[in-house]
């Protein structure tokens, strides 16, 4: 286990503890999105999911790890404990990378949990932090051309930007040309797949995306990018922000819905798609989404007519381990590449600390993650890392640039549109 190390613990103090008090519940909080009793319930605090826990395993804190956020949320539910300052910090200091929920013998459901209390902590932070994420949430990610135009500034302001930042925004990555709104299948047409294009994804990765069509309408697919479509909301019910989640998914429900099978390359989209049965009763669409490995896997994939002469290790992003449960697919579909080597990462599941915008708001303990994991990635000995979500590719690339690695970071889809060309 890494020791602990309480130096990157953001804003907790070492030893932390809550203390009691009268529940002071601000209003503008739905009673209905805190954590629920019988959540709460299913914990038995046996302890099994702490040395799985990042924050804990570097800051040594019980308030830092499950067990810790669970009885402090159960304090708040039976009025022992107001919600404080203290209790936000431990609750912003939580990766949301679920690692907790695999490794619990009682299928205690974190993510749902860590949703629930930050919706409930959200009305009572300070003015300035509201506006900051209301403004980011709400004001730009659901507004395609806000966002377009943000990221255009971003892009243009990155050599100028401060180091956390700077981190958020790839160089040189902003693509114009959209991509097809229907792209028709080599072949005979085996069904029709509609891709979520993402927001950040599509920004700052819209090659992912093209690879992504192509893939697919190789492997025989009519492949459809619906218009209509929108942020999907994982960000916004992350951060506590659920009515926004709930308004985004009901806009994306409908124009998703129509496909036979519905797509996602990016693994934080593609879980909280597949949440939606949960958030709004999407139960039809839900079921039929798929991460892009795990639907090759599934139906085949392209004719991989070339080879790939390098060591791939593959880093699973949290939200496609944990929160999907999918380990097997990315590695049987890289690794049916000829020439491909796949090779292991010391640690498979360790948390690269993207989260989100958890770099922006917890810059010390997503730097130290992120440095681990580059490192593990560097000592693989892997030509390139293959990485299914935009925000650990990010990340990882960031770190991997800082230790002057020559470890090239790819999305599967752009591997396998590689060995699959003409
Ligand atoms: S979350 Fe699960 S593993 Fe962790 S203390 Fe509770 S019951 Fe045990
Ligand atoms: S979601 Fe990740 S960081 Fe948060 S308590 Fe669970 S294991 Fe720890």
Same mark, same amino acid.
């Given at each position: 286990?890494?020791?602990?190390a309480?130096?990157?613990?953001?804003?907790?103090?070492p030893?932390?503890?809550?203390a009691?008090g009268?529940?002071?519940?601000?209003?503008?909080?739905?009673?209905?999105? #805190?954590p629920?009793?019988?959540?709460?319930?299913?914990?038995?605090?046996?302890?099994?999911c702490?040395?799985?826990?990042?924050?804990?395993?570097?800051?040594?804190?019980?308030?830092?790890?499950?067990?810790?956020?669970?009885?402090?949320?159960?304090? =708040?539910?039976?009025?022992?404990?107001?919600?404080?300052?203290?209790?936000?910090?431990?609750?912003?200091?939580?990766?949301?990378?679920?690692?907790?929920?695999?490794?619990?013998p009682?299928?205690?459901?974190?993510?749902?949990?860590?949703?629930?209390?930050?919706?409930?902590?959200?009305?009572?932070?300070?003015?300035?932090?509201?506006?900051?994420?209301?403004?980011?949430?709400?004001?730009?990610?659901g507004?395609?051309?806000?966002?377009?135009?943000? #990221?255009?500034?971003?892009?243009?302001a990155?050599?100028?930007?401060?180091?956390?930042?700077?981190?958020?925004?790839?160089? +040189?990555?902003l693509?114009?040309?959209?991509? @097809?709104?229907?792209?028709?299948?080599s072949?005979?047409?085996?069904?029709? $797949?509609a891709?979520?294009?993402?927001?950040?994804?599509?920004?700052?990765y819209?090659?992912?995306?093209? #690879?992504? $069509?192509?893939?697919l309408?190789?492997?025989?697919?009519?492949?459809?990018?619906?218009?209509?479509?929108?942020?999907?909301?994982a960000l916004?019910a992350?951060?506590?922000?659920?009515?926004?989640?709930?308004?985004?998914?009901?806009?994306?429900?409908?124009?998703?819905?129509?496909?036979?099978?519905? =797509?996602?390359?990016?693994? +934080?989209?593609?879980?909280?798609?597949?949440?939606?049965?949960?958030?709004?009763? @999407?139960?039809?669409? @839900?079921?039929?989404v798929?991460?892009?490995?795990?639907?090759?896997?599934?139906?085949?994939?392209?004719?991989?007519?070339?080879?790939?002469e390098?060591?791939?290790?593959?880093?699973?992003?949290?939200?496609?381990?944990?929160?999907?449960?999918?380990?097997?697919?990315?590695r049987?579909?890289?690794?049916?590449?000829?020439?491909?080597?796949?090779v292991?990462?010391?640690?498979?599941?360790?948390?690269?600390?993207?989260?989100?915008?958890?770099?922006?708001?917890?810059?010390?303990?997503?730097?130290?993650?992120?440095?681990?994991?580059?490192?593990?990635?560097?000592?693989?000995?892997a030509?390139?890392?293959?990485? +299914?979500?935009?925000?650990?590719?990010?990340q990882?690339?960031?770190?991997?640039?800082a &230790?002057?690695?020559? $470890? &090239?970071?790819?999305?599967? #889809?752009?591997?396998?549109?590689?060995?699959?060309r003409?």
């Amino acid at each position: 286990m890494t020791p602990p190390a309480a130096s990157v613990g953001g804003g907790l103090p070492p030893g932390a503890r809550f203390a009691g008090g009268a529940v002071a519940g601000p209003p503008g909080w739905h009673a209905g999105d #805190a954590p629920a009793d019988r959540d709460l319930a299913q914990c038995v605090a046996c302890g099994l999911c702490l040395p799985h826990c990042p924050t804990y395993r570097l800051t040594g804190l019980e308030v830092a790890s499950p067990r810790g956020r669970i009885a402090a949320m159960r304090q =708040v539910a039976t009025g022992r404990r107001p919600l404080d300052r203290v209790f936000e910090q431990a609750m912003d200091l939580c990766l949301g990378c679920r690692a907790c929920e695999t490794a619990c013998p009682s299928q205690v459901p974190f993510g749902r949990l860590l949703e629930g209390a930050r919706a409930q902590a959200e009305p009572g932070r300070a003015a300035p932090a509201r506006l900051a994420r209301w403004i980011g949430l709400e004001g730009v990610l659901g507004h395609p051309p806000l966002l377009t135009g943000a #990221a255009t500034l971003a892009s243009l302001a990155r050599p100028v930007l401060p180091p956390r930042l700077r981190r958020l925004v790839p160089a +040189g990555r902003l693509r114009r040309r959209p991509l @097809a709104a229907v792209t028709e299948p080599s072949g005979p047409r085996r069904g029709t $797949v509609a891709v979520l294009r993402g927001c950040i994804q599509d920004l700052w990765y819209r090659d992912v995306n093209r #690879a992504t $069509v192509t893939v697919l309408a190789r492997a025989g697919w009519r492949v459809v990018v619906p218009a209509g479509q929108v942020c999907c909301g994982a960000l916004h019910a992350h951060y506590g922000h659920l009515d926004a989640a709930r308004r985004l998914a009901r806009r994306n429900h409908p124009v998703l819905a129509a496909a036979d099978h519905v =797509v996602a390359n990016a693994a +934080g989209c593609g879980a909280h798609l597949r949440s939606y049965g949960e958030l709004i009763g @999407a139960d039809d669409l @839900a079921a039929r989404v798929r991460d892009l490995s795990v639907f090759l896997d599934e139906h085949g994939g392209p004719p991989l007519r070339h080879r790939i002469e390098r060591r791939v290790a593959v880093h699973d992003a949290c939200h496609l381990l944990h929160a999907q449960r999918v380990r097997d697919a990315p590695r049987r579909v890289l690794g049916a590449i000829p020439g491909v080597e796949l090779v292991p990462l010391e640690e498979p599941g360790r948390c690269c600390g993207a989260a989100g915008l958890y770099n922006l708001l917890q810059p010390r303990m997503s730097a130290a993650l992120g440095a681990a994991r580059a490192e593990s990635v560097d000592r693989s000995r892997a030509a390139i890392v293959a990485v +299914g979500n935009p925000g650990c590719a990010m990340q990882i690339g960031a770190q991997l640039a800082a &230790r002057r690695s020559a $470890v &090239r970071v790819a999305h599967p #889809a752009e591997l396998l549109a590689a060995a699959s060309r003409p």
